[in-house]
Every structure is written in C-alpha cells, then in structure tokens.
C-alpha cells in the first residue's frame, strides 16, 4: 500500500519507486504528488515516508491547512491550485472530509480509468489493472475503432479495450464519495490562442526550461549524469541545450539507414556544439540498430492498449540497454514537441474569418506546397458544419477516398482500413453516430480542437512507450501541462505558418541553441527502414496475421491483411502498422484476474 486515509482505510495501492512519492498531510487531508516532480520553492522539513507514514510541508503547506479547516469543499477545487505547486508530470490525489479526489495531466500522458467493483467506483492509471480487477471482457466496439485509420476522434479516442473500463477525460478530475459514486468535473482546458509570436516563444522558452530543469533535480542531487535524445531534430536539440546548461549530459543518436535521413548530420553539429562536453556520447548504427519489427516475436512487458511502437520496439530496446549501461537513469526526449509547437491546417478556418488577407497569404502557402485543387479549398473554408455532424458525415464515408472529405475540416478524413470488415464498419459507423448526438469539441476553433485532439494522440502513443520501456525513465517536457498551455497559447498562425518550420519554438530558443541549428528545416525518414523491417521479419509477422485475433472475432478480411503484409504499399502502410500492434497486443495480453497476494503489485490504483 502507498498510503491510507485518515481512517486508516486504504486509500492508494500500488508499486512505485520511493522517490517518485510524496504524500503532504494537514490534519485529516491527504495529499499524494505521484511521478516525478519538483516542488515551486522550498520546502520547510524535510521528506519522510514515501509511503505516506511521514509528513512534507512546503509551498502547498497553507492550502492543505485551510482544507484541513474547511469541512464543506463541494468539489474540492483547491486541488487546481495546489497543482500549480508543482512542476514535471504527475497524478495528483486528494483524500479530504471522506472523499477522494484524483487528476492526471491535460495532455493525457498520465491518464486515469475508473470501473465499479462491489459497488464502488475504483481508479486506476491503467486499464488492464482495473480489467483483472474485474475481470472484464474485451469490448470488441472498441477493437473495431481501432481500425481506423491514423487518427481516431474523439471521444472514440477515449475508449478504453475493455468492457465497464471506462477513460477519465484528458483534463478532467475525478472525486469519489464515501459511498464510492464518482463524479467528474473538468479542471483545465486550453486558453485563448492569442499571444503574438515574440511574448508567447518568451512564455514557451521559461515553461520549457523549468520543465527541463524539474527533471534535473534529483539526478543532481544524486551526482547522475542524465540523458538527452539526440537526432538533431529542434525538439531534441533544444531540450539538449537547455539540460546541458546546468552539466554534463549523456546524448544518444540513432543512425537509419534511409537514405532522406538526415538525423546524424544534425546531430553531430549539435553535439559538438553543446556546453560542458563531459557526458558520454552514445551512437547506434550499422549492426547496433535493429531492424524495425525485431521484436514482433517478443512477449513484451505489455502495455494497457495495442501500442503502434512495435515497429520501432526493438530500436527502443537497445537505445534504453545503452543508456543503463552507462548508468544513466532519466533520459529527456522531445516527443509531443511536433503536436504542441505546430497547428494543424484546421487553423485557416478561424484565420480566414478574422484576418481575411493574412489567410489568403497563407492559404498560397499551404496550397503550393499541398497541391489542394481551388474547388475543394474553397468547400474547406465555408464549411461551417459543427463538429457533431461532421462526426455523423463521417460515419457515411468511411470507405470513401480521402478527397470524398475537404481538407482542414475538424480532423483527418475517418476512413477504415482496407480489410476492416462489413461487421467492423457497421460497428464503427454506430459508435460515430451515437458520438455525433452528444460530442463536443475540445475547443470551438476547429484548428485549436484538431491540436488538442493531436495533442492527446500523441500523450496516449507515449503513455503506452512508458509503460514498455521502464528503464530509464523517459521524461516527456513537451507534454508537461505548463508547457502545453504556453504553446497554445500562441496564435495559431505563428504555429501554422508555411513560411517557417516551428517558428516559436526557433524563437524561444534563440539565446540557448545556436543560430546555424535552428536553421533546420527538414525531418527524418524512416520509410525504408519500415519497409525493409517489414521484408526482413515478414515470416514472424505472417504467423501474427494468420493467428488473427480480429479475424475471429469477425473485423477483419485477414487475406487482405495477409496481401498487404505481402505487398506493402504508401497507401497502406499506417493502417498495416496500426493493425499489426493490435494483432501483437491481442495475441500477448493476458488479463487474470487481479491476484489478492500483496506481493503482487501493478502500478497504482
């Protein structure tokens, strides 16, 4: 157990590494920071009991106090702003007057379930916890959506692949009463997108280096060397500069094969640029770096959901083997930078209804570069459809080409994959239309939803990372809610311009990362990497498809699967990827009912 209510109850159950809890008591409130974070100011004693015997008082110390002293708390809504204590990605949890109360990130990286188990709505930070807990089934309406292509809307996103396990909405807390019924209330949601470039990359860069520096803490306290990602891609490289500032800094770059690659190059200019040069710089290349589905023969430490990152496992694997081997235990990675630093072509939408000239500039812009034919631009941007019936619209076209939808609509195009069966897009097509009755948009700006919806897409694929690849732990800045509300905050032409690639955060960097290395325009491929792993483990992956779980449950042709396995193509290269890890991850899970042996422990609920 983690900690106990006042009573004496349990209140948190699960298995953590002692440094990455806090507890914080007032009386009888209870306040749990799990992850790893770093308190804003400092703290007047000193940290004991990471499992929650002992008391921390520190910058939130006055508000539990006057919880403490305050027995009617509706909702508990101070919880907001001892958030705001804190700094990194963390669950925070309240136990307060006989209620609990627990939030994850905005962004979805540190996400919540709930299910109902003797009568009472337990929580948990993974899926498959509360799915042995009470031995659900798979929900195949669930496994049908995951046959969508690419992106999958929201709230369809939200679903989780068991039945009565059902997903705390990114942004969203939930308290539980003494009678064990929920409740949830949104906490957060994303401010108005008006900063101009210059004040708002101001407000990126102090996010971004109080997210760097929070994970810097505790490795220097301890005389850790941490790690950097470093492909020589600006997200990385900035987070490079900003962490080797402070000291020495193990770097890694992987070296693929592909040929449009030209990831080391960049890498190489960056790393002999960086500060206090004293940490080790890794490299895989050659024979170092696995080809992509190596591990697609491998019973993984699985994750809560089918994980798209079987491809790239195996690469993942060995660059984390590398790190341990040299002693390093927290590596920076600046995935999610791409989703918050850049708008989606959604943006010329509102652009073009508030600052007409500058959309028509724009609109040139995106329009030499994408090819979109006059007629269907024009349709683009008098569709003022809301978001329920382009959801309903969608549902009628799921078999249509991607052209049947005009471009920067809500989101992507929802199509199937070619081998979804009649059975799955009558599944598909239902779940869209009962969405469409009820959903709303996660921002009214069409552009600023599409974002945020990019956002949580992206926090899921490295949520289910984390949970695959423990050691060591991948700290993911970009994600951090404080640096995700600057991002947003800026306007979304300045984000989505096609006269500059990540301009604000090339802006916010300015001072920290050399000019030459902001110049960057391009990103990595991996195409022939894929294709060839592809060639290289088709044998092992045949014998996936041919033992096809969503073929017997009836969603999928598995020959068409099988052909184009056999025969890839562009075309179907992101639906093969998506339905192989959904293969994988049916073929390995294995969800027994939860164990009643204290020592077996899941992470925490």
Same mark, same amino acid.
């Given at each position: 157990?983690?900690?106990?209510?006042?009573?004496?109850?349990?209140?948190?159950?699960?298995?953590?590494?002692?440094?990455?809890?806090?507890?914080?008591?007032?009386?009888?409130?209870?306040?749990?920071?799990?992850?790893?974070?770093?308190?804003?100011?400092?703290?007047?004693?000193?940290?004991?009991?990471?499992?929650?015997?002992?008391?921390?008082?520190?910058?939130?110390?006055?508000?539990?106090?006057?919880?403490?002293?305050?027995?009617?708390?509706?909702?508990?809504?101070?919880?907001?702003?001892?958030?705001?204590?804190?700094?990194?990605?963390?669950?925070?949890?309240?136990?307060?007057?006989?209620?609990?109360?627990?939030?994850?990130?905005?962004?979805?990286?540190?996400?919540?379930?709930?299910?109902?188990?003797?009568?009472?709505?337990?929580?948990?930070?993974?899926?498959?916890?509360?799915?042995?807990?009470?031995?659900?089934?798979?929900?195949?309406?669930?496994?049908?959506?995951?046959?969508?292509?690419?992106?999958?809307?929201?709230?369809?996103?939200?679903?989780?692949?068991?039945?009565?396990?059902?997903?705390?909405?990114?942004?969203?807390?939930?308290?539980?009463?003494?009678?064990?019924?929920?409740?949830?209330?949104?906490?957060?949601?994303?401010?108005?997108?008006?900063?101009?470039?210059?004040?708002?990359?101001?407000?990126?860069?102090?996010?971004?280096?109080?997210?760097?520096?929070?994970?810097?803490?505790?490795?220097?306290?301890?005389?850790?060397?941490?790690?950097?990602?470093?492909?020589?891609?600006?997200?990385?490289?900035?987070?490079?500069?900003?962490?080797?500032?402070?000291?020495?800094?193990?770097?890694?770059?992987?070296?693929?094969?592909?040929?449009?690659?030209?990831?080391?190059?960049?890498?190489?200019?960056?790393?002999?640029?960086?500060?206090?040069?004293?940490?080790?710089?890794?490299?895989?290349?050659?024979?170092?770096?696995?080809?992509?589905?190596?591990?697609?023969?491998?019973?993984?430490?699985?994750?809560?959901?089918?994980?798209?990152?079987?491809?790239?496992?195996?690469?993942?694997?060995?660059?984390?083997?590398?790190?341990?081997?040299?002693?390093?235990?927290?590596?920076?990675?600046?995935?999610?930078?791409?989703?918050?630093?850049?708008?989606?072509?959604?943006?010329?939408?509102?652009?073009?209804?508030?600052?007409?000239?500058?959309?028509?500039?724009?609109?040139?812009?995106?329009?030499?570069?994408?090819?979109?034919?006059?007629?269907?631009?024009?349709?683009?941007?008098?569709?003022?459809?809301?978001?329920?019936?382009?959801?309903?619209?969608?549902?009628?076209?799921?078999?249509?080409?991607?052209?049947?939808?005009?471009?920067?609509?809500?989101?992507?195009?929802?199509?199937?994959?070619?081998?979804?069966?009649?059975?799955? *897009?009558?599944?598909?097509? %239902? +779940?869209?239309?009962? $969405? =469409?009755? #009820?959903?709303?948009? /996660?921002? !009214?700006?069409?552009?600023?939803?599409?974002?945020?919806?990019?956002?949580?897409?992206?926090?899921?694929?490295?949520?289910?990372?984390?949970?695959?690849?423990?050691?060591?732990?991948?700290?993911?800045?970009?994600?951090?809610?404080?640096?995700?509300?600057?991002?947003?905050?800026?306007?979304?032409?300045?984000?989505?311009?096609?006269?500059?690639?990540?301009?604000?955060?090339?802006?916010?960097?300015?001072?920290?990362?050399?000019?030459?290395?902001?110049?960057?325009?391009?990103?990595?491929?991996?195409?022939?990497?894929?294709?060839?792993?592809?060639?290289?483990?088709?044998?092992?992956?045949?014998?996936?498809?041919?033992?096809? *779980?969503?073929?017997?449950? %009836? +969603?999928?042709?598995? $020959? =068409?699967? #099988?052909?184009?396995? /056999?025969? !890839?193509?562009?075309?179907?290269?992101?639906?093969?990827?998506?339905?192989?890890?959904?293969?994988?991850?049916?073929?390995?899970?294995?969800?027994?009912?939860?164990?009643?042996?204290?020592?077996?422990?899941?992470?925490?609920?």
């Amino acid at each position: 157990m983690i900690a106990a209510h006042a009573s004496g109850h349990p209140w948190l159950v699960g298995r953590l590494p002692a440094t990455w809890v806090r507890i914080f008591t007032a009386g009888t409130v209870r306040l749990a920071v799990l992850g790893r974070t770093a308190e804003v100011g400092t703290c007047v004693s000193g940290a004991t009991g990471a499992r929650g015997t002992g008391t921390q008082q520190g910058t939130c110390a006055p508000l539990l106090a006057r919880l403490a002293r305050v027995r009617d708390v509706p909702d508990l809504n101070e919880l907001d702003t001892l958030a705001s204590c804190f700094r990194g990605s963390f669950h925070l949890a309240l136990s307060a007057h006989g209620r609990s109360r627990v939030q994850g990130t905005a962004s979805g990286l540190r996400r919540l379930y709930q299910a109902r188990h003797h009568g009472m709505t337990v929580v948990a930070d993974r899926g498959d916890v509360l799915a042995r807990l009470t031995s659900a089934s798979l929900d195949t309406r669930a496994l049908a959506a995951r046959l969508i292509v690419g992106e999958v809307p929201a709230p369809l996103d939200e679903l989780s692949c068991w039945d009565g396990v059902v997903a705390v909405p990114n942004g969203s807390a939930i308290t539980v009463d003494p009678m064990g019924r929920p409740r949830l209330r949104p906490w957060w949601q994303a401010s108005a997108a008006e900063g101009p470039l210059r004040r708002g990359a101001l407000a990126v860069g102090e996010a971004l280096s109080a997210a760097v520096d929070a994970r810097l803490r505790a490795e220097k306290r301890h005389g850790r060397t941490p790690g950097c990602d470093l492909s020589g891609g600006l997200d990385s490289t900035s987070l490079a500069f900003l962490a080797a500032a402070s000291g020495p800094l193990a770097t890694l770059t992987v070296q693929y094969t592909d040929a449009a690659n030209d990831d080391l190059v960049w890498a190489t200019r960056a790393r002999e640029r960086l500060p206090h040069q004293g940490g080790p710089a890794l490299h895989l290349a050659g024979s170092h770096v696995p080809a992509q589905y190596a591990a697609a023969g491998c019973a993984p430490l699985l994750a809560d959901a089918p994980s798209p990152l079987l491809r790239g496992r195996a690469v993942l694997n060995t660059g984390a083997a590398e790190y341990t081997r040299h002693g390093i235990s927290l590596h920076l990675a600046g995935h999610g930078g791409d989703e918050v630093l850049q708008a989606t072509l959604g943006y010329l939408h509102g652009l073009v209804r508030r600052h007409p000239a500058q959309a028509v500039r724009h609109l040139r812009g995106h329009r030499s570069r994408r090819r979109w034919p006059l007629g269907s631009t024009l349709r683009a941007l008098t569709d003022s459809r809301p978001y329920g019936r382009w959801l309903a619209d969608e549902a009628r076209l799921l078999r249509a080409p991607e052209q049947a939808s005009p471009p920067f609509g809500w989101g992507q195009p929802i199509r199937l994959a070619p081998w979804a069966s009649p059975e799955a *897009e009558a599944l598909v097509a %239902g +779940l869209l239309k009962e $969405a =469409a009755d #009820r959903a709303e948009p /996660l921002a !009214p700006d069409r552009g600023q939803h599409h974002t945020l919806h990019r956002v949580r897409s992206a926090a899921q694929v490295y949520r289910l990372m984390r949970q695959e690849l423990t050691t060591p732990w991948i700290a993911l800045p970009f994600l951090d809610d404080k640096v995700l509300e600057a991002c947003l905050a800026v306007r979304p032409e300045h984000r989505g311009t096609p006269y500059a690639y990540k301009q604000v955060l090339t802006t916010a960097m300015r001072s920290v990362v050399p000019d030459e290395l902001l110049a960057r325009t391009t990103k990595g491929s991996t195409d022939t990497d894929f294709y060839d792993g592809l060639r290289a483990h088709r044998s092992t992956l045949a014998d996936l498809v041919d033992r096809s *779980e969503l073929g017997a449950r %009836g +969603l999928i042709d598995t $020959a =068409a699967l #099988r052909n184009a396995l /056999l025969m !890839p193509t562009p075309h179907t290269s992101v639906p093969l990827e998506d339905s192989l890890a959904c293969e994988h991850w049916l073929l390995h899970r294995a969800p027994q009912p939860l164990s009643t042996d204290p020592s077996d422990t899941e992470e925490y609920a």
